[in-house]
């Protein structure tokens, strides 16, 4: 039997994980100085990928560079060239061909008009050396790419497909695994939106006015889906999916710190001061710890301080746009030593304001919960009741599970027995129905 050589493992490994590491923290900068460097999104993408398919085989066998990011750069652009060469090569072949093809044209007397007429015969250029990269633009660069990420041309599950795997730097596997679908949806998703860039021709810039405001919008959008369906998976076995909502808040770190506006900060404040409580949120083997029954002692106070200090830069000319309302309420629950005395009277007034910047029977649900508390269940079930009449999230698990939650405080355990019940089979989490069954059988 051949024996293995346990210190060149480790050795690898170690590699492996460097190049991981590097990828990880640089790829939006990478990519970016190459979608700038080659004019071409869907050609800087793909020759980073092929750098970083090179270092797994070279930085095992001949040991990290002293500079990985230059180094991929430099790897990635010499693959760019090659690819432009290969392009120019074929296309005079094309020119080659189209000219014979009109002199047998000529001899024959089938004139059709100039050789190649209707052809390109030069190959895209890039442009500046991405070695020659001023400092100041790198940020510019990766603006640009969540800019070209977040694109409206895409729908948003490639948008948010899309700027995981270029700006976040995440792998096809980690995204499916993140969002419970196949590596080839994913794939399928990534590829039709880098086709979809190149046939729109979006340009790889920091647009102005207000194509900058609707485009940044888009991208904060895109974080927080990110961040929403990794704090409160809607599907799969785990309440929360760690690894996705920490790369949103990174993600919106980097945002803040590139596009430092107002709601730009409110985001950030609403993602903080939310992960704040997810060392709570869930008990030894995963499973769902609701919020009047937490530790408030295990919140994380370091991400509570700069979500607060984020909320203040959230306010703008105008006041408090919609993350900074969300970040607001997410703060009154932060700085509460208990359910009982939060500040839930705050609450339903910023749930108001919401609701009148963002109508949505989700704000109305959650604007009921915080009247039952602070003023009690039956206020609150009568806006609950109201939103049933009006037939609005009909086929979601929250409005039974909330309902039944006010009926059960009110002493109707028989309804609220069935309104779990339903709530558990509108579920589609299974450590969320676990918690709404429990609830069901619990009642007396």
Not at 6 to 33: F, H, K, M, P, Q
Not at 65 to 89: E, F, K, M, S
Not at 272 to 285: H, I, M
């Amino acid at each position: 039997m051949a024996r293995v050589d346990r210190s060149a493992l480790t050795s690898e490994d170690a590699a492996r994980r460097a190049v991981e590491a590097v990828w990880r923290i640089e790829s939006a900068r990478i990519v970016g100085a190459l979608t700038r460097y080659t004019r071409d999104f869907e050609l800087a993408e793909d020759v980073a990928q092929e750098a970083l398919a090179e270092a797994l085989v070279s930085w095992p066998r001949d040991g990290a560079p002293r500079d990985p990011a230059a180094w991929l750069v430099a790897t990635a652009r010499r693959r760019a060239i090659d690819a432009y060469r290969r392009r120019a090569g074929r296309d005079e072949r094309y020119a080659a061909l189209a000219h014979g093809l009109a002199e047998g044209e000529a001899t024959s007397g089938i004139g059709t008009g100039p050789a190649g007429a209707g052809m390109s015969v030069v190959a895209g250029q890039p442009g500046s050396d991405p070695a020659d990269v001023d400092p100041d633009r790198i940020d510019d660069d990766v603006l640009a790419l969540m800019f070209v990420s977040c694109h409206p041309v895409l729908s948003r599950e490639a948008q948010v497909a899309l700027t995981l795997r270029v700006v976040g730097g995440l792998t096809s596997d980690e995204i499916a695994r993140a969002f419970l679908v196949p590596v080839a949806t994913v794939q399928a998703r990534i590829t039709r939106a880098k086709k979809t860039i190149a046939a729109a021709q979006v340009p790889f810039e920091v647009p102005d006015g207000a194509d900058r405001t609707a485009r940044l919008a888009s991208v904060r959008g895109v974080l927080y889906v990110i961040f929403t369906e990794g704090s409160s998976a809607t599907s799969g076995d785990d309440w929360i999916r760690h690894d996705l909502a920490r790369e949103a808040v990174r993600l919106a770190r980097v945002l803040s710190r590139l596009a430092p506006e107002p709601e730009t900060f409110g985001l950030l404040a609403l993602l903080e001061l939310t992960a704040a409580r997810f060392p709570a949120r869930t008990g030894p083997s995963g499973e769902p710890i609701l919020l009047e029954d937490q530790d408030r002692r295990r919140w994380d106070r370091a991400a509570i301080i700069r979500g607060r200090a984020a909320l203040r830069r959230a306010v703008g000319p105008a006041g408090m746009g919609v993350y900074a309302l969300q970040a607001a309420i997410a703060e009154c629950h932060a700085v509460a030593s208990s359910v009982a005395e939060t500040d839930w009277e705050r609450i339903v007034v910023l749930y108001e304001a919401l609701g009148r910047l963002a109508p949505s029977p989700v704000v109305d649900l959650n604007r009921a919960v915080a009247v039952a508390m602070a003023r009690g269940p039956g206020v609150g079930l009568r806006v609950v009741d109201g939103l049933v009449e009006q037939g609005v999230l009909a086929g979601s698990h929250l409005l039974p599970g909330v309902r039944g939650e006010l009926l059960a405080r009110l002493g109707r355990t028989a309804e609220a027995r069935g309104e779990y019940l339903r709530a558990a089979e509108l579920c589609g989490n299974t450590a969320e129905r676990g918690v709404l069954e429990r609830k069901a059988s619990a009642l007396p």
